[in-house]
Antibody, heavy 122, light 110 residues
Framework: QVQLQQSGPGLVQPSQTLSLTCAISGDSVSSNTAAWNWIRQSPSRGLEWLGRTYYRSKWSNDYAVSVKSRITINPDTSKNQFSLQLNSVTPEDTAVYYC????????????WGRGTLVTVSS | QSALTQPASVSGSPGQSITISCTGTSSDVGGYNYVSWYQQHPGKAPKLMIYDVSNRPSGVSNRFSGSKSGNTASLTISGLQAEDEADYYCCSYTSSATLVFGGGTKLTVL
């Protein structure tokens, strides 16, 4: 059974970098059949897919256009986890952030992490 | 990528059936059989209810079913129960190799 455990600060100052980590148990971040996603949810934006990282002979990423210039999702094979970095945050980036797994030609999200509320405020 | 269009709210009485629509374009819903549906109770993470348009994960009640016609996908819940009251979101793969969600539908069981 795959489980995802999120960690990271709940408060980030404007213009700084939001950083979150998602630790994986029951699967491998290097799996050829999985992809590792970040999604966020806010009252104003609803659920918003942010991007993913995956390994298919080499590491690749897909990112949402809305955050493409500010986002980095990286795998950490030594710790079997992946991370989210979102640069130059503003109060509009305040949201609950989730990590989730999808698959190769399996474009659904399951399971999900429990979510981390990140507030952007000085 | 614009969000998929869902009704803001639907309601039904216990035992009744309801259907939630999810409208996209030929670049997402209409172009791929990669539509999924999620149920979210307050304060909880979304839960996968339907994948690949009409498939149910193990453990999901057969009262939940999905379908698609053209650029519109639908989630039907039959035999409504109080525990079904939640927010429901559709999601689709897109031609840009991204995922896009619907705006969400609040289901009220009367």
């Amino acid at each position: 059974q795959v489980q995802l455990q999120q960690s990271g600060p709940g408060l980030v100052q404007p213009s700084q970098t939001l950083s979150l980590t998602c630790a994986i148990s029951g699967d491998s971040v290097s799996s050829n059949t999985a992809a590792w996603n970040w999604i966020r949810q806010s009252p104003s934006r609803g659920l918003e897919w942010l991007g993913r990282t995956y390994y298919r002979s080499k590491w690749s990423n897909d990112y949402a256009v809305s955050v493409k210039s500010r986002i980095t999702i990286n795998p950490d094979t030594s710790k079997n986890q992946f991370s989210l970095q979102l640069n130059s945050v503003t109060p509009e980036d305040t949201a609950v952030y989730y990590c989730a797994r999808s698959g190769y030609y399996a474009e659904w999200l399951d399971p999900w992490g429990r979510g981390t509320l990140v507030t952007v405020s000085s | 990528q614009s969000a998929l269009t869902q009704p803001a709210s639907v309601s039904g009485s216990p035992g009744q059936s309801i259907t939630i629509s999810c409208t996209g374009t030929s670049s997402d819903v209409g172009g791929y059989n990669y539509v999924s549906w999620y149920q979210q109770h307050p304060g909880k993470a979304p839960k996968l209810m339907i994948y690949d348009v009409s498939n149910r994960p193990s453990g999901v009640s057969n009262r939940f079913s999905g379908s698609k016609s053209g650029n519109t996908a639908s989630l039907t819940i039959s035999g409504l129960q109080a525990e079904d009251e939640a927010d429901y979101y559709c999601c689709s793969y897109t031609s840009s190799a991204t995922l896009v969600f619907g705006g969400g539908t609040k289901l009220t069981v009367l």
